[in-house]
């Protein structure tokens, strides 16, 4: 369990604040994570980094000299949100661009992309590469869908050499990516953790029983096992990896490689030597020279039970990469000289929204939209539980929790924004950010991508019309398709907002107002959200458990029509 902490929902801003100040001699803590006290040189590539917290050092950690530049840091267990990953890059991009890299995890991929394109828009040159090490999650022909976890930290170290060494963005891609396909991590997990407030734990491995190759968040692994000795433990990841070894490497026999032995938390680093000795013996034993290995803590899941094994197949440059210095709180090696560079001021990284100030049109429409945010928080506050049990059949059973603080923060940032006589447009796009910050999880993301949508269709000016919020919801749903990869009929949220967008437009065609159109279309949607119950999810969370979801609807597609009927009555109410 966690033993320490005071609220539990501001868990992660306080950790920050105090990893900065006990850090602040190498890291500066910025809007939405943290980045290296000293700037990088003028015209370099950057490497931005970032994931959940909970995982500390990563990804916080691994910022500092000869790691990188700046990490975007999320909730417990959640991806940062776009906007979080654009202020990090903002604040450290020195105008030869950025490179992205993460772990493979939804949440990630679709706020790194969504980051990515708002950078690009601006002028910022952006690559990314998705690091996809851990070998139990995916056979290796479809290694573009295993997760990042321990083989994350070889690859950015690859990258950051490449980028402070000078090299062009293209050329610090391709490193990272070569660093990619040189990587293979297997974990095991003895038992689940316990997150902040939590009063039971996230998930469970039964007594005396070991899962291989449990994910960090408790995704599901391989195959149980009876808890094995050090020594078998050490064969079994050893075994494993082996017989996984990259087509570069034609003969084991004289293959460099990097080691890493990494604890999930609650493993002792004594433990962990006990085990390493052993794989010391074996990978030796097999003639593989092992290069500069580290044991310790680098990606761990809170107060987990488990190790991971990571083994980084070498050429002669990524062995470079590997053994260079680093100075980073959550990874040091050799020594690194004080950089020249000057320091970064807390005042000039922080990047600061502003705000557009609405027409009266547009302002009188904002007060509109913030009465339906608040009508759908009503909502989702009273299904929050149910909302959560939906989501626990097949998927994590956070999904109320996560609607319900989206929302929170959505209405938050909505009443900032109009008293500060933002226009609609922008009301909508800061409390899609908001929700999308806070709200952690899919779905969360996908709700900044619709509110944001929503918000670019309405603008600052004009008093929307129903063409307006036609256009703002089919831009939603393409968004949301094109970022989030559902189809219809994959069990999601998409199976509801996609139809309530085909009647809403047709409701237009035919000459209704924005109420009548909205009130039509809102009447299949909870029908529709019904109707997932007969299918099988194909994209998200639930589809690794995919048949026990059948009889259950989808939880994304429920709150999603809970949504669309609570703004409908508001729609109603106030624009009739
Ligand atoms: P998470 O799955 O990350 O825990 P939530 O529990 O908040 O996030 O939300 C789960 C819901 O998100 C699902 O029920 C589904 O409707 C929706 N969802 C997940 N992945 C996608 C996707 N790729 N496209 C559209 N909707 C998705
Ligand atoms: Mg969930």
């Known amino acids: 369990m966690t033993y320490l902490y005071n609220d539990p929902v501001k868990f992660v801003e306080e950790l920050v604040e105090g990893y900065a100040a006990a850090h602040r001699d190498k890291i500066l803590q910025v809007e939405g994570g943290v980045i290296r006290r000293h700037k990088a040189k003028p015209g370099q590539v950057v490497l931005v980094i970032g994931g959940g917290s909970g995982h500390y050092p990563a990804f916080g950690g691994f910022v500092g000299q000869g790691l990188a530049h700046g990490a975007a840091m999320g909730n417990v267990f959640a991806s940062p949100s776009a906007q979080q990953i654009c202020n990090v890059a903002l604040a450290v991009e020195a105008g030869g661009g950025v490179l992205f890299c993460y772990g493979n995890y939804a949440g990630d991929v679709l706020n790194f992309n969504q980051a990515q394109e708002r950078l690009r828009a601006e002028g910022v040159d952006v690559r990314s590469v998705v690091v996809t090490d851990d070998i139990a999650s995916a056979p290796m022909h479809e290694q573009h869908k295993r997760r990042g976890i321990a083989g994350t930290l070889p690859v950015f170290k690859a990258a950051a050499v490449a980028a402070d060494s000078g090299k062009i963005l293209d050329e610090v891609f391709h490193i990272a990516q070569q660093a990619n396909q040189q990587v293979r991590t297997l974990g095991v997990a003895f038992s689940g953790c316990t997150l902040p407030g939590a009063k039971q734990p996230l998930f469970e491995v039964a007594d005396g029983k070991m899962e291989v190759g449990m994910g960090i968040h408790g995704e599901s692994g ?15 990841l050893v075994n494993r990896l082996l017989s996984e070894m990259p087509s570069t490497i034609a003969n084991p026999d004289g293959a460099r490689i990097g080691v890493i032995l990494n604890s999930l938390g609650a493993v002792k680093q004594e433990e962990l030597f006990v085990v390493y000795r052993k794989v010391n013996h074996l990978l030796s ?17 809170f107060d987990m039970a488990g190790v991971s094994l990571t083994l980084f197949w ?45 027409s009266v049109d547009s302002q009188a429409a904002a ?9 759908a928080l009503d909502e989702i506050s009273a299904q929050k539980d149910e909302l959560g049990r939906l989501d626990a059949v097949a998927g994590d ?14 209405v938050a940032a909505a009443k900032e924004m109009l008293a500060a006589s933002s226009g ?33 269709a309405l603008g600052d000016e004009a008093r929307p019309d ?37 009647a809403l437009a047709n409701g237009a065609s035919h000459g209704f107002s924005i109420p009548d159109a909205w009130t039509a279309a809102a009447e299949a949607t909870s029908k529709a959200a019904q109707a997932t119950q007969n299918l099988l999810p194909k994209i998200g969370r639930a589809r690794p458990h995919a048949e026990k979801s059948i009889g259950t609807p989808d939880p994304g597609a429920v709150s999603m029509a809970l949504i669309i009927s609570s703004v409908g009555q508001v729609v109603r109410e106030r624009c009739s």
């Open 424 to 456: 609609a447009g922008t009301l909508l796009t800061s409390a899609g950010d908001a929700w999308s910050g806070q709200a952690g999880g899919t779905s969360g993301a996908l709700w900044g991508v619709i509110l944001r949508s929503l918000g670019q």
């Open 222 to 236: 391989l195959q149980q096992m009876t808890t094995p000795t050090a020594d078998q433990l050490a064969e079994i």
């Open 285 to 301: 034993g097999r003639g593989l020279i092992i290069i500069e290995p580290v044991v310790g803590e680098f990606i761990t899941s």
């Open 314 to 358: 070498m050429n002669a440059a990524l062995e470079q990469s590997w053994v260079a210095a680093a100075d980073a709180p959550g990874f040091h090696r050799g020594h690194v000289a004080l950089p020249d560079g000057d320091q970064m001021d807390a005042t000039e990284s922080i990047t600061k929204r502003q705000t557009a100030i609405g």
């Open 397 to 410: 059973g956070d999904h109320g929790i996560g609607m319900h603080r989206g929302l929170t923060a959505a």
């Open 367 to 375: 007060a509109v939209v913030l009465a339906a945010l608040e009508a």
């Open 466 to 502: 129903t063409a307006t919020v036609v256009a703002g919801v089919t831009t939603a749903v393409r968004e949301v398709q094109r970022l989030g990869k559902a189809q219809l009929g994959d069990k999601t949220l998409v199976d509801v907002l996609h139809p309530f967008s085909e």
